[in-house]
């Protein structure tokens, strides 16, 4: 097409500089030993890596077989793909047609995100945790009939808690952080070293004992102790680095035996209150009933109870959840689990495909916001379609939609895979959503607490969802970054809504918890999008069980913190652990598909929300006027009072209506990191060793002259005891104490308290032949004469309104003169300096 420019490349030319210098360079240090003409022009290489077939993983990216589990072995592997090549490196590759054309290879954790194409990112476990090698895969399966709830009889077994001592323990995590010790450091695979078997070994064939295991992403048991032949005492394990958050668990058990009936019961739960002693049933998945007939996870368990345990350790009440349960097969794998699992890895194959579809890849761009604790990636997705002019892609709203806070609340992940469904399909609705906004997403926000299968804290041993106002970047990244956009966010342009997915333990139903606005121009506006949600999905969504009222407690949740930074619409929605109270579901449990269904009722009611026609809005916000006053009208009729609400009801304060949310108390859970305590001690204990006395009150200037006076008349009194020559004037203070007559009563008062000590000195030099006043005019005479000798020209001269003689009295006219009034603070203790110098008598100014 140009044979101009093919002739001159066929020609000789001059090498180019940057070209020349690095084939020295690398011949120097011995990288580069072939001929210069091996070295490729940079102009002609350009983006080789992109084709080269070496470089691409084999294999389908959807499948968990693409998780390289150490990146050692593939920096090895491809290393040894070049041991031939004459230019030893391992940021090179080679093409593997037999020529030489070494050229670079993509930046590898550049964004710190897979490529497409690409393996997914192995977890990275704390170097504590011992992990298993399986990969574990659970298939997604709806049940073709409403799962109900357990409904008591009345007869239901009430076991005893016979602990290890009576039975024998069959499964003990040994090397598991808990409270006194912090993160450290994290690794893929977890702990080094041989991967122990911590199940029992099985005697022979006919030995029934069930194998039980839970190192595996998210899993949790930390004990299983055999009571009797077919019942087991199971132990959770705290959330790593702490001693509290027993609520998730999930583990494997195998050996099973068909038509046996087992009692499982769990006996370190802390929570006092529980969906299970209103009918939640747990989970179990069987590998057999999945690999033979499509089934997954479905609720089983009989005789479920829910009971406080007795054998407590004196620190914290535990509770226990006892159920039994038949297996379906001999010899199978089955799997119990609090709630539908979602883990790490499922995210990651979700992310992949996402970015492997040619179609959502280009209105969904996925990027790293942080790294964990862990380094474990935290993804954010931006969501919207390519805007035509600036303009447009200015005026697009925003959505920040999160996960995951709570690793143990998995029902969070569940939403947000239904929302993210409906959001990137090819609707009419998801692309007009995708037009007038942009959606910023973090599916996970606790990817490590997810890993290691905690209930609430991260690897801090923190509770995430109580530090978004921490400047600890270090400590709390993922939820110090995620502030951090969102406040970026915010001067780009407004925030329509947000809302942080998470899961309830004791009530049932989906609602939302908000904040109530003091800004009366949009009085109610934060409960119409709540309310057109629950008539959006009625059977699942219950408006009753709202609340907007702050609480001191909740300043540092998501919520909260980001309604403090200008979003009026934000919100936490609480998905139960268990199922519905509502409409055509009442009284059965949520699937996997109610949850997903629930992402797609968000999409459906942000266009409610937003519809240009404000009708729905408007009928919203007059139902919600009228379903105020009820609640009004109720609170007084409570507290026995009758009031006229016509034209005042509004001014009241919904948060004196509303009652405390009765979400989990992670009071416990907040301040300093665990590994900042130790440090945080010593800080307070140098304070304390360094820390002043406690200012005394306040005095009055009466008060500081006064204590002055007596401090200096103390001090004078104790030397007049150590020298013989001063005992006379002491005594001679004793019967002339005219200076403090003259002062103040208070002062009189001081003489008054020290007149005993006085009587004792006079009896004690009854013998001296001094006369008083001789004694006294001495030393003056003195003290007058030092005075000169010291500073030639320097006269003491005396005030004429007082007498220089101390045995005379006062004239009486002349008190006045001592009068605060008349005389400053300074005039005086001037005038005292001078007429007794000998008694240094100061005041305060």
Request: with cysteine; proline share 6%.
């Amino acid at each position: 097409m140009f044979p101009a420019l093919e002739a001159e490349l066929k020609q000789e030319t001059l090498p180019d500089p940057y070209e020349d210098f690095m084939y020295h360079h690398l011949q120097y240090y011995g990288y580069f030993k072939a001929q210069r003409g091996s070295l490729p022009n940079s102009a002609t290489h350009q983006h080789v890596w992109k084709n080269n077939p070496r470089y691409l993983v084999s294999g389908s990216f959807g499948e968990r077989e693409d998780v390289i589990p150490d990146p050692l072995q593939k920096e090895k592997l491809l290393y040894s793909l070049m041991l031939g090549s004459p230019l030893k490196s391992r940021q090179l590759l080679h093409d593997e047609f037999g020529e030489v054309k070494p050229c670079l290879r993509e930046p590898r954790d550049l964004f710190a995100f897979f490529s497409s194409s690409g393996p997914l990112q192995a977890p990275r476990w704390p170097i504590e945790c011992e992990v298993i090698k399986e990969s574990l895969c659970h298939i997604e399966w709806v049940p073709p009939q409403p799962e109900y709830f357990y409904q008591p009889t009345g007869n239901e077994k009430l076991p005893e808690i016979v602990g290890e001592e009576k039975g024998t323990v069959v499964y003990q995590l040994d090397s598991v952080p808990t409270e006194g010790s912090y993160f450290t450091s994290a690794r893929v695979g977890g702990k080094r070293g041989i991967i122990r078997d911590l199940a029992v070994t099985l005697q022979g064939p006919e030995d029934n004992t069930l194998l039980f295991e839970s190192r595996f992403e998210s899993g949790n048991l930390q004990k299983a102790v055999r009571v009797d032949t077919y019942e087991y005492e199971l132990t959770l394990r705290t959330d790593l680095y702490t001693n509290k958050h027993t609520q998730w668990f999930y583990f494997r058990v195998q050996n099973t035996r068909k038509d046996v009936t087992y009692r499982f019961t769990i006996v370190n739960l802390l929570k006092p209150k529980s969906l299970y002693t209103i009918g939640m049933k747990p989970l179990m998945y069987s590998q057999l009933d999945a690999d033979t007939h499509n089934i997954g996870w479905r609720r089983e368990g009989k005789e479920i109870r829910y009971f406080k345990n007795n054998t407590e350790d004196g620190q914290q009440p535990f509770y226990c959840l006892t159920w039994t349960i038949q297996f379906p097969h001999d010899q199978d794998t089955c799997f119990f689990a609090h709630f539908y699992p979602y883990t790490y890895t499922d995210l990651q194959c979700y992310l992949l495909s996402v970015a492997n579809n040619p179609v959502q890849s280009q209105f969904c761009k996925l990027r790293t916001l942080c790294r964990s604790l862990a380094g474990n990636t935290v993804y954010l997705l931006t969501i919207t379609n390519p805007s035509r002019t600036p303009q447009e892609a200015a005026a697009k709203k925003a959505v920040v939609l999160s996960a995951r806070v709570h690793p143990g609340e998995s029902n969070g992940s569940w939403i947000m895979k239904g929302f993210l469904d409906f959001i990137l399909s090819n609707s009419p609705d998801a692309q007009l959503l995708r037009d007038i906004f942009i959606f910023k997403v973090v599916p996970m926000l606790n990817p490590d607490g997810v890993i290691v299968g905690n209930y609430r804290c991260s690897l801090a041993g923190r509770d995430l969802n109580r530090h978004y106002k921490t400047i600890l970047k270090e400590s709390f990244p993922c939820i110090w970054y995620t502030r951090n956009m969102i406040k970026r966010l915010l001067e780009e342009r407004e925030v329509l809504l947000y809302c942080d997915f998470h899961g309830h333990s004791r009530k049932n139903n989906i609602f939302l918890y908000g904040c109530n606005s003091n800004d009366r121009k949009y009085w109610l506006h934060e409960r119409v999008f709540p309310l057109m949600l629950s008539k959006n999905a009625p059977d699942k969504f219950s408006f009753q069980s709202c609340n907007f009222k702050v609480q001191k407690c909740k300043e540092g949740t998501g919520r909260v913190v980001m309604w403090r930074m200008g979003i009026l619409n934000s919100y936490t929605m609480e998905s139960t652990f268990g199922g519905s109270t509502l409409g055509n579901k009442r009284d059965t449990h949520f699937t996997t598909e109610d949850l997903k269904s629930l992402g797609y009722h968000v999409c459906d009611t942000l266009l409610d929300f937003c519809d240009p026609d404000r009708t729905k809005f408007m009928q919203c916000l007059a139902e919600l006027k009228e379903l105020l006053q009820q609640e009004i009208h109720k609170k007084f009729n409570e507290l026995g009072q009758d009031m006229d609400l016509e034209g005042s009801w509004s001014d009241i304060s919904l948060s004196d209506i509303e009652s405390s949310t009765s979400g989990s108390d992670s009071s416990l859970s907040d301040g300093l990191p665990v590994h900042l305590l130790n440090i945080a001690h010593e800080v307070n204990e140098k304070k304390k060793m360094y820390k002043k006395k406690k200012k005394k009150p306040l005095q009055t200037r009466k008060q500081r002259n006064e204590q002055y006076q007596k401090n200096n008349l103390m001090r004078e009194l104790k030397l007049t005891e150590d020298t013989p020559e001063r005992a006379g004037f002491a005594s001679t203070l004793q019967k002339q104490p005219t200076f403090f007559r003259n002062s103040e009563n208070a002062s009189s008062s001081v003489m008054r308290n020290e007149k005993p000590r006085l009587n004792e000195l006079h009896g004690r030099d009854k013998g001296s032949s001094l006369d008083p006043s001789k004694m006294t005019s001495l030393i003056l005479t003195k003290n007058k004469e030092r005075m000169q000798t010291e500073k030639p020209g320097f006269t003491v001269s005396c005030s004429p309104k007082r007498s220089t003689n101390p045995s005379q009295e006062p004239v009486p006219d002349m008190k006045p003169s001592w009068s605060r009034n008349r005389y400053p603070a300074t005039e005086r203790g001037r005038a005292a300096m001078t007429v007794y110098p000998s008694l240094h008598i100061y005041t305060y100014p």
